[in-house]
């Protein structure tokens, strides 16, 4: 028996346009200029703390933790008014879950108060028993979070698979001593995914019927 364990953006979810939207309408409230979405296609992987840490920054990973609170708190009002408007998923999502037969959760860095809605409005909830958000123990790439998920549907280490688009996810496999299955489409920083040597690259979600 297998459990996969999916990350969700840029793996299952390209949701970068949505969060673009509420960093861009908070941005307005502080009178300062918008923000490209390829910008902030490379600021995610790290939990909307460090998004908005990269977004006042300027791309560094510090930065004035008042001002990051305050800023993180309007970010999430705009980004709870519009969680899933432009946010889709990827080539292959929907009908590679339902030709994979078992048991599936997800492990994101994002908030987990957003990711219900998420998964609701893209009509893939059913295929997951569980999932948490980074919010609920530690973000990757810490293996906590998936050794939690293993630990909650009753599945160890050596019969689980990690599946991602991040180094977050690759090396928080490996901390876990978790299989691991990289995408090569989705946010990692404008790195290659293959450095950090994950077991098994692919470059389409639908090739995952084949490897697993």
């Known amino acids: 028996m297998k459990l996969l364990i999916f990350d ?7 949701s970068a346009p949505d969060l673009t939207n509420a960093i861009n309408l908070t941005l307005k409230e502080y009178n300062k200029n918008p923000i490209r979405v390829e910008t902030i296609r490379n600021y995610l992987g790290n939990g909307a703390e460090m998004l908005v840490t990269r977004v006042l920054s300027g791309g560094k990973e ?5 001002k990051v609170r305050e800023f993180l708190d ?6 709870n008014q519009n969680v899933c408007v432009e946010t889709k998923l ?8 339902e030709k994979l037969p078992y048991k599936k959760a997800i492990v994101t860095n994002k908030p987990h108060e957003f990711i219900d809605e998420i998964l ?7 295929f997951f028993d569980y999932y948490i958000g980074g919010d609920v123990t530690e973000k990757k790439p810490s293996p906590k979070p998936l050794l939690h998920v293993c630990e909650k549907l009753g599945f160890t280490n050596e019969n689980s698979i990690m599946i ?3 180094k977050n996810d ?10 691991s299955i990289a995408l090569t489409y989705g ?4 790195e290659d995914i293959s450095i950090y040597n994950p077991d098994i690259v692919i470059d389409d979600f639908r090739k995952l019927v084949e490897v697993i």
């Open 8 to 14: 969700l953006d840029g793996t299952l979810i390209d």
């Open 90 to 97: 990827y080539d292959g999502v929907k009908e590679t879950l």
């Open 170 to 179: 690759i090396i928080a496999a490996k901390n876990a001593k978790i299989k």
């Open 74 to 79: 309007r970010f999430k009002y705009h980004y």
């Open 187 to 190: 946010y990692n920083y404008g």
């Open 164 to 166: 991602g688009d991040s």
């Open 120 to 126: 609701e409005k893209l009509e893939i909830k059913h």
């Open 62 to 66: 510090n930065y004035d933790k008042k």
